[in-house]
Antibody, heavy 119, light 111 residues
């Protein structure tokens, strides 16, 4: 049973870089795709991007220029960096997995991290 | 950017049946990509409710069911219970965006 535990800075100033990490416990790290998804306060969900254990990435085109997702297979962890943040990036950020290449739903999810961008 | 459209809210009395629609286009649901549904209780992470259009993960009551037709999908909740009060989101893949997309979300209220 895969479990995800995420952490990272919760308060940023405009133009800073958002940095979050997610550790994977249980199950298989290899062969799975690991994603980041965000949810602005009171709004819907937005997929940010994903990575597999080989480091192959796919990003949401609307965020691609500012996003980097990386993986550390030695620690079963993956990370998100979003640069040049603005107030519009204020959201709860979730890590999640969509399983293998043949599955395209997200389960399970991390507990979420509220990131607030404010001067 | 939500490319899947859901009604903002639906409501029903305990025991009633409610349905939530999810309308997409020819680049996502209409292209044959599966639809999945999530339940989000207040202050918690979304939880997978239905996968592959109409499959329930272990532990999800059979009161929840999903269907898909053309460019739309639906989630039905029968025998509505107070604990079903939550936000519900559909999700699919979009070939034009080359990425995963979510619905706008629907708040279910139990009267």
């Amino acid at each position: 049973q895969v479990q995800l535990q995420q952490w990272g800075a919760g308060l940023l100033k405009p133009s800073e870089t958002l940095s979050l990490s997610c550790a994977v416990y249980g199950g298989s790290f290899s062969g799975h795709y690991w994603s980041w998804i965000r949810q602005p306060p009171g709004k819907g969900l937005e997929w940010i991007g994903e990575i597999n254990h080989r480091g192959n990435t796919n990003y949401n085109p609307s965020l691609k220029s500012r996003v980097t997702i990386s993986v550390d297979t030695s620690k079963n962890q993956f990370s998100l960096k979003l640069n040049s943040v603005t107030a519009a990036d204020t959201a709860v950020y979730y890590c999640a997995t969509r399983g293998t290449v043949s599955t395209n739903w997200f389960d399970p999810w991390g507990q979420g991290t509220l990131v607030t961008v404010s001067s | 950017q939500s490319v899947l459209t859901q009604p903002p809210s639906v409501s029903g009395a305990p025991g009633q049946r409610v349905t939530i629609s999810c309308t997409g286009s020819s680049s996502n649901i209409g292209a044959g990509y599966d639809v999945h549904w999530y339940q989000q209780l207040p202050g918690t992470a979304p939880k997978l409710l239905i996968y592959g259009n109409n499959n329930r993960p272990s532990g999800v009551p059979d009161r929840f069911s999903g269907s898909k037709s053309g460019t739309s999908a639906s989630l039905a909740i029968s025998g509505l219970q107070a604990e079903d009060e939550a936000d519900y989101y559909c999700q699919s893949y979009d070939s034009s965006l080359s990425g995963y997309v979510f619905g706008t979300g629907t708040k279910v209220t139990v009267l």
